[in-house]
């Protein structure tokens, strides 16, 4: 009895958690969020793990590259 | 549901329980250790079966045993503090740990700041750093009524204690939605009470200041139609840029001051070097004859945002959703991320940059009289195309 409650209670967990991460809800047991797409088979190029950043966009901060024209720096932004 | 872990290095065992909801990553992570260092295993009488470090603990069978093994012979003792000290204050609002190394092992300081050490520990590296590279009597500063900035005003206003001669001109840009009117009152509050002399620059003002052909706000409109929305940073940055630099003419300096931290220029720097490019000069930049001074350049946001925690607890909250550009976001995490994997990682690759570089850093020209200044890596044609559009406004 004990222990089908005990288990009964872990699996409510698990699907919380799993739950949470599905629909975006920000608690600290699931920062950062992570979609989980079940269905999708993965057949996607394994090449993207040794590609740098700036293959994957940050080549630039802005699409027009102003980062190196008017702000005369890479960043320049007060944050 | 606790549940045992075995953690593995060539040098030592370490048991520890765990809340079975976690992945063996996230235990990981709860003890600073990076997941790429460890492979996870189960083990079952002499047999043993590798795991994915993402796993949930809770679906790995009861009966087998969870082991964490350290991929490299690394003494974690030597790497990960095994005592650790406090340096206390009263009613702390932030710390920062220090790491010490040794024969005996890695130990950590824990720094405990409230708003009175915070500022006291800012305010003599600002003192500093002014005495160090500033040589004019009068110096612009311009603040944006955020906890970090405002920082500034207390050691500035120290070294007019000091030396008579110095004189600090302090200035706010109110242009909404980039500069909140509240921010700017902020920094009048500051300002007033430390009796330092400081300027509130509303449109009209700019406008007059700048000598503008046409309103700041139709040049925001058009700049946004042109670059993106999620540019306005940019916009902002260039606009304080500007307005420091025409005030350094008009009270005859060579000198402004801007409030770039320590993960601001680590940002910079990390962008510049993956794109394998000469990062833009640190902590003192020059545009032609006018110098920027950088005196909070190696100090943590989150320590300058301790000075004041209610005014950037204030800032924090006006924070509308933004609409900065997915490379800004990645690049600021980058390099918060870079300063908490290890104390002071980001601060020593700042430093090795610096001495690499001295020297030898990407050259900014000024174009056509126009108060832009672009790096070597700027665009031909994208500079013609912003120098047309400037034309049309200054």
């Known amino acids: ?79 | 549901m606790l549940r045992d872990i075995t953690i593995k290095t060539a040098s030592e065992e370490i048991a520890v329980k765990t809340d079975d909801s976690l992945t063996l990553e996230e235990v990981l992570r709860t003890k600073r250790i990076p997941s790429n260092l460890f492979q996870g295993y189960a083990k079952m009488g002499e047999e043993v079966r590798p795991i994915p470090l993402n796993t949930l603990i809770f679906v790995i069978p009861f009966e087998e045993k969870i082991m964490l093994h350290c991929i490299r012979n690394i003494d974690l003792k030597d790497v990960l503090p095994q005592k650790t000290f406090y340096n206390k204050v009263e009613n702390p609002v932030i710390t920062i740990p220090e790491f010490n190394f040794g024969d005996d092992g890695c130990s950590q300081t824990i720094h405990e700041l409230n708003p009175d050490s915070a500022k006291e520990l800012v305010k003599g590296k600002v003192i500093d750093f002014v005495k160090k590279n500033s040589s004019f009597n009068t110096v612009i500063v311009g603040i944006s009524g955020g906890g970090d900035s405002n920082t500034l005003a207390q050691g500035l206003k120290a070294l007019t204690l000091e030396n008579s001669n110095k004189r600090f001109i302090f200035f706010t840009i109110i242009f909404e939605p980039i500069w909140p009117t509240f921010a700017a009152d902020r920094a009048s509050e500051l300002c007033l009470t430390h009796g330092l002399t400081h300027h509130v620059y509303r449109n009209e003002e700019i406008e007059k200041l700048l000598e503008m052909k046409e309103s700041l706000s139709n040049f925001y409109k058009e700049y946004s139609e042109k670059f993106g929305n999620n540019t306005s940073h940019f916009f902002g940055t260039y606009l304080i840029s500007i307005v420091a630099r025409k005030l350094c003419q008009e009270y005859h300096t060579n000198e402004y001051i801007l409030g770039f931290n320590r993960e601001d220029l680590l940002s910079d720097l990390l962008f510049s070097l993956m794109n394998g490019q000469k990062p833009l000069a640190f902590p003192v930049r020059k545009f032609g004859s006018i110098k920027l001074l950088m005196p909070l350049w190696d100090i943590s946001k989150v320590i300058l945002d301790a000075c004041y925690p209610k005014y950037s607890f204030s800032n924090y909250q006006e924070r509308k959703e933004d609409q900065s550009t997915y490379q800004r976001n990645i690049i600021y995490y980058l390099a918060h991320s870079i300063e908490d994997i290890y104390p002071n990682l980001g601060l020593s690759l700042m430093k090795g940059i610096e001495k690499i570089f001295s020297n030898q850093w990407s050259e900014l020209r000024q174009e056509d009289n126009l108060d832009i200044f672009p790096s070597e890596y700027a665009d031909s044609m994208k500079l013609e195309e912003v120098k047309s559009f400037l034309k049309k406004y200054f």
Request: aromatic share 8%; with cysteine; charged share 20%.
């Open chain 1, 1 to 79: 009895m004990i222990s089908s409650f005990s288990h009964y209670i872990r699996l409510w967990r698990i699907i919380n958690k799993n739950w949470a991460r599905t629909y975006n809800m920000q608690n600290i047991t699931t920062l950062p969020i992570i979609n989980i797409e079940k269905s999708k088979v993965l057949t996607i190029s394994k090449s993207g793990l040794f590609a740098s950043l700036i293959d994957k966009g940050l080549d630039r901060l802005t699409n027009a590259k102003i980062e190196h024209i008017l702000c005369t720096s890479s960043l320049a932004a007060f944050n």
